[in-house]
């Protein structure tokens, strides 16, 4: 099998825009409006192979994939005169995932099945920046690991 998907996310191909038409602020001078985030993208390719052994009492399972992302979406958490601010969504650029999984079911006898499961994720930031702004802090994590990824 091999498929390639791109779009919003998993199984969606539409464009997502959110804005935050006012943003509350508590320093002097006036609120923020009209700040934006572009819609995050990920094209993804995979390939598989799925076989089953010995009379169908084994399965085994086979699956590389690569993913593109870009618009990135991370938190962000407020400056240090704005620390009311603990999640704020911003687009930090481009990312990008690689890795292999696999998995074989031996079914025993009747009653009794074993499995294995092995797997394997390299997940980077690649051009991932944020300037940060007057509320909001910047960050830099390109060639970084993804958060979250082990």
Avoid at 92 to 107: D, H, K, M, Q
Avoid at 113 to 135: C, H, I, P
Wanted: charge should be neutral; proline fraction near 4%; include cysteine.
């Amino acid at each position: 099998m091999a498929e390639h998907e791109g779009g919003a996310g998993e199984g969606q191909k539409e464009r997502i825009e959110i804005r935050v038409n006012e943003l509350p602020v508590h320093v002097d001078g006036p609120k923020q409006t009209g700040l934006s985030i572009k819609p995050e993208t990920v094209d993804t390719f995979e390939v598989g192979y799925r076989a089953t052994l010995f009379d169908r009492k084994v399965q085994f399972t086979s699956a590389i994939f690569y993913n593109k992302y870009k618009n990135i979406h991370v938190t962000d958490s407020g400056t240090t005169g704005n620390s009311d601010i603990s999640n704020a969504l911003v687009n930090l650029g481009t990312a990008r995932t690689y890795g292999a999984e696999a998995s074989i079911v031996w079914r025993v006898a009747e009653p009794v099945t074993l499995s294995a499961n092995l797997g394997y994720l390299n997940a980077k930031y690649q051009k991932a920046f944020y300037a940060g702004n007057a509320l909001l802090q910047p960050i830099s994590a390109g060639c970084n690991t993804m958060i979250l990824a082990p």
